[in-house]
């Protein structure tokens, strides 16, 4: 044996003190280093990016505080982040959001990894994820389901539950103020109306504390752990066995809700689908939970955001009120004429202004270049993955002057018809986007007819609106208490 030769104890040491950090270092360069295609593209620092996910910082603050001095300071349209894993190109101009979005052959949708908690709940064989023929079929299919009438005598009806809800809350300071959590009512009554008018069951959620609803709230606080975000593969590494058994505790859910829907049909827009044989059951559950997802939480988002944004600008309350009971009067119930666009302009002008502060999704779901792509003047490698952030382009400066004032005045007299995208744009833009039009509309108008409201005095958000930390890019007011009182109308 040569002395001078290390021994097998020097030679593992030797391979832990140099080696064992050599290689951790080269995985980390691997996992969070850019790629070298797009280090010609303007990037949002790592670190910066890594305390924001950690902290659990929302969405829009992280845009406003990281991405958006990119847009409006060095007037990029494109800037490369860190999210969900891997380095994507954020298409930050509303113009190349456009060429984008209106894109299909060149800009496809990128199917989620497999393994990931988004794919595990909504399926990859959604409307949302497919492309090309299979997304032709499931698009016509879809459309002759969200033609059935608008059925806004259902949403009457969930905003008076709402009002039994609000009136039966009790509030030690003035009997004919009630402050209710509406963050939380506004996502009940949305569970009830695509319940009832997509899913075809009523979970009764806003007068009654649902399962169902508990278990979906939980999962996705559970699914929102910043480290999981920062590196997907982690679910492989170190499974969530709890988080999995109420995700699929929910997707079981969903198929037992098919299966009753197959034996008692109804005017829903599954039982519509149901009826097609060209979609197998996969497709058909995978579709109820993205449905389900952008019915729910999207929707009573923006309701939460809207009531809040009349409760601080009181004079914009009443506009809203005064044309609402014009057009209405004080109790009949509403038609959808009634509630168009053409006939409510100002409280229309307020859920679009509402929609662009805060939408309802931070960003749309990723597009991949499928080929070399120019946009603008950036050159965009084949296989990138492209975000649509509709965030920035509802914030840019250059775009809306003063971005952070609600301001619906934005929206009235033909003004503001783009770059105005919360359901995104081209030919795949959310299907739903006029039926929750009219589901905001409708409740809002049944509100501002019954209620004055105002935020509590100790309100998280006096300051400003207050989003949760979410793990899908959404925009949902946490904790949001409104202070609601009845009005009265003299007799005729």
């Not at 008018?197 to 169902?212: L, P």
């Not at 988002?301 to 600008?313: C, D, E, F, N, R």
């Not at 619906?408 to 039926?435: I, K, M, T």
Request: hydrophobic share 45%.
């Amino acid at each position: 044996m040569d002395p001078f030769s290390p021994s097998p104890l020097h030679q593992a040491a030797i391979f832990s003190v140099f080696v064992v950090p050599l290689l951790f270092y080269g995985a980390l360069y691997h996992l969070f280093a850019i790629p070298s295609n797009l280090r010609h593209l303007p990037s949002v620092p790592l670190l910066p990016l890594l305390r924001s996910y950690l902290s659990r910082e929302p969405d829009d603050v992280r845009i406003k505080r990281l991405i958006m001095p990119f847009a409006d300071d060095l007037s990029e349209g494109v800037v490369v982040v860190w999210a969900m894993g891997k380095w994507m190109v954020h298409i930050l101009d509303s113009k190349l959001f456009m060429q984008v979005s209106g894109n299909m052959v060149d800009f496809p949708k990128q199917r989620p990894a497999k393994d990931s908690m988004f794919c595990r709940f909504m399926g990859d064989s959604n409307i949302v994820w497919t492309n090309g023929e299979a997304w032709k079929k499931q698009s016509h299919i879809m459309r002759q389901a969200f033609s059935l009438p608008l059925p806004i005598e259902l949403f009457t009806t969930l905003a008076e539950n709402v009002f039994q809800v609000i009136e039966t809350t009790s509030s030690a300071a003035d009997s004919h103020s009630h402050t209710v959590c509406w963050s939380d009512l506004a996502q009940r009554f949305a569970l009830d109306a695509v319940g009832t008018s997509i899913i075809g069951h009523n979970f009764d959620s806003i007068r009654t504390r649902s399962e169902f609803v508990s278990d979906y709230n939980q999962m996705m606080h559970d699914i929102a752990q910043p480290l999981y975000l920062i590196a997907p593969l982690l679910e492989r590494v170190v499974p969530r066995k709890k988080v999995i058994w109420r995700m699929d505790r929910l997707i079981r859910g969903f198929e037992e809700l098919l299966e009753a829907k197959r034996s008692d049909p109804g005017d829903d827009i599954m039982t519509a689908m149901l009826k097609h044989p060209d979609l197998s059951p996969t497709q058909l559950r995978d579709n109820m939970a993205s449905l389900f997802l952008a019915g729910h939480d999207t929707t009573s988002g923006a309701m939460s955001t809207l009531i809040y944004h009349l409760a601080v600008h009181p004079k914009i309350q009443e506009a809203a009120r005064d044309e609402v009971i014009e057009i209405l009067g004080p109790t009949a119930d509403p038609f959808a004429p009634q509630l168009s666009p053409q006939s409510m302009p100002y409280l229309n002008a307020c859920v679009r202004e509402a929609l662009r502060i805060n939408p309802p999704a931070d960003y749309i779901t990723p597009r991949i270049s499928h080929m070399d792509a120019t946009l603008g003047n950036y050159y965009i490698p084949a296989l990138t993955p492209l975000v649509c952030n509709t965030y920035a382009v509802h914030h840019n400066k250059a775009t809306w002057g003063d971005p952070e004032i609600f301001r619906p005045e934005r929206f009235l007299h033909g003004q503001g018809a783009e770059p105005w995208v919360p359901f995104s744009s081209g030919p795949r833009q959310c299907l739903a986007y006029n039926f929750a039009l009219y589901e905001l509309r409708t409740l809002a108008a049944m509100l501002l007819r019954r209620y004055d409201w105002v935020l509590p005095e100790d309100s998280i958000h006096a300051s400003g609106l207050r989003n949760a930390f979410s793990p899908f890019a959404l925009a949902l007011p946490i904790d949001l208490s409104i202070t609601f009182t009845r009005r009265s109308y003299p007799e005729a």
